[in-house]
C-alpha cells in the first residue's frame, strides 16, 4: 500500500482520442513520481488504441480493484469482458454505453474514497444518454451522484481562470436562468474554490454582464441593473470581492482579465470562447464545489482527428496535475486546520 495521491481516469468515448491522450500522458514514467494513475477502461481497447499510435513499449498493469494499484506502474481496472467494437471517428450507440460504464465504475471508487481524485476523458454528450445517464454532461451527473446541492463548470490554466452560471443549456434559456441567487451562488463557490483549491488568499473576481456593453445602464437590457449588480452588492456584503459587471468583448480584449484571480461569465460561450482562444493547449476543466475532485481536458472527443496520433496530450496531462495539486492542498488545509498553533499572549514590557 501507498500513500501517494491515486488519481482515477475514465477512458470517454472509445471511438474519440481519449485512450491517446491517456497513454501520451502516462508513457512518461515521471508521472508515477507523482500519483498512481487507475485507468477504468480494459486493456484491449486500450491495446487497439495503442497499435494505432504505433506504441510498442508501453503496458498497464491489470488489478481487479484500487486498493491493488502498484504505485510505479499505468494501473487499469478492466471494467467488462465482452468483446468492443472501435469505429474510430464515428459517433456510435456503443460509444456511449462503455464510456458510461468507464465513468461510473471510475466514480464509484472516488466516492468510496479507493481514489483521491477522477479525471475524465471527452464522452460525446448524445451517444451517452441512457435510462442511467440523463444529463447534459459530467459535471451535472457528478453533482447529483455525489449530492451537492450546485457545483461550478471552472475553466482554470496558469494565465486565466473563468467559471459559468449557465452551462450545457440552451442559449434561448440563460436570460430566464440568471437569477440573483444562482450569480450568488457561483460567487461563493468560485470564492470559497479560489481559496481551498488554488490557495489565493483574498479572491478578486470579475463577474461579467449578460447584455452586450453590460446592458448600457438599461438601454440594452435591463438583467445587469436587476439582476446582476444586487448579485455583486450582495457578494461584497458577504465579504467575497467581487467586481462588474464589465461588458465581454472589451474585457478580454483588453487584457483586463489579468487584474482578476477569476472571472465569472453568464453564460457557457461567453466564458468558454476566451478561455480557449487564451488556453486552449493547456485549459483543465475543473467542476468546483464538490466534496470530490474531478478535473478533464477542455476539448472534445476529436473524432475528426482520432485514430491519426495527432492529439495533444498537454490539457489531459494539466488537468492530471490540476488534480493532484488541488488534492495535495485540501489535504495539507486540512492538516492545518486539524492542528492550529496555539494562541500565545506576550508580555507588553518583552524586550
Known amino acids: 500500500m501507498s500513500d501517494k495521491i491515486k488519481i482515477g ?40 488504441h495503442r497499435k494505432t499510435m504505433d506504441v510498442n513499449e508501453f503496458q498497464f498493469h491489470v488489478i481487479n480493484d484500487a486498493n491493488q494499484a502498484h504505485d510505479k506502474r499505468p494501473n487499469m481496472i478492466n471494467c467488462w469482458e465482452e468483446d468492443v467494437k472501435i469505429e474510430l471517428g464515428q459517433a456510435t450507440e456503443i460509444g456511449g454505453k462503455y464510456a458510461f460504464i468507464s465513468l461510473e465504475r471510475a466514480l464509484d471508487d472516488l466516492i468510496a474514497g479507493k481514489t483521491d481524485a477522477l479525471v475524465t476523458a471527452p464522452i460525446n454528450k448524445h451517444n451517452i444518454q441512457s435510462e442511467s445517464f440523463q444529463f447534459a454532461g459530467h459535471t451535472e451527473y457528478i453533482q447529483s451522484k455525489v449530492n451537492a446541492p450546485d457545483s461550478l463548470m471552472f475553466l482554470v490554466s496558469e494565465d486565466i481562470r473563468v467559471g459559468v452560471v449557465t452551462g450545457h443549456i440552451p442559449v ?30 483574498k479572491p478578486k473576481i470579475a463577474v461579467l454582464g449578460l447584455n452586450p456593453h453590460a446592458g448600457d445602464n438599461g438601454l440594452i437590457g435591463n438583467e445587469e441593473l436587476e439582476t446582476i449588480i444586487p448579485a455583486i452588492n450582495e457578494a461584497n456584503a458577504k465579504g467575497i470581492f ?7 468583448d472589451g474585457f478580454f480584449a483588453a487584457h483586463t482579465y ?34 470530490v475532485v474531478r478535473t478533464s481536458p477542455d476539448h472534445g472527443t476529436g473524432y475528426d482527428i482520432a485514430g491519426k496520433n495527432l492529439a495533444s496530450a498537454n490539457s489531459f496531462r494539466e488537468a492530471l496535475f490540476t488534480a493532484i495539486n488541488i488534492v495535495q492542498r485540501r489535504k495539507e488545509s486540512a492538516e492545518l486546520i486539524s492542528n492550529p498553533l496555539k494562541l500565545s499572549k506576550f508580555s507588553k514590557d518583552r524586550d
Open 172 to 201: 434561448s434559456e440563460v436570460p430566464e436562468k440568471i437569477t440573483k441567487e444562482k450569480i450568488l451562488s457561483k460567487l461563493e463557490l468560485m470564492n470559497q474554490s479560489l481559496k481551498k483549491d488554488f490557495w489565493v488568499q
Open 9 to 48: 481516469i475514465s477512458i470517454g468515448d472509445v471511438n474519440g482520442i481519449g485512450l491517446e491522450v491517456i497513454i501520451k500522458t502516462l508513457i512518461d514514467t515521471r508521472i508515477m513520481n507523482y500519483c498512481t494513475p487507475i485507468v477504468y477502461g480494459h486493456t484491449k481497447v486500450a491495446s487497439f
Open 242 to 248: 467581487a467586481f462588474g459587471p464589465y461588458a465581454a
Open 258 to 291: 489579468t487584474k482578476f484571480d477569476a472571472v465569472l461569465a453568464m453564460y457557457h460561450d461567453q466564458g468558454l470562447i476566451p478561455f480557449k482562444q487564451l488556453a486552449f493547449e493547456n485549459g483543465v476543466n475543473y467542476t468546483a464545489g464538490l466534496p
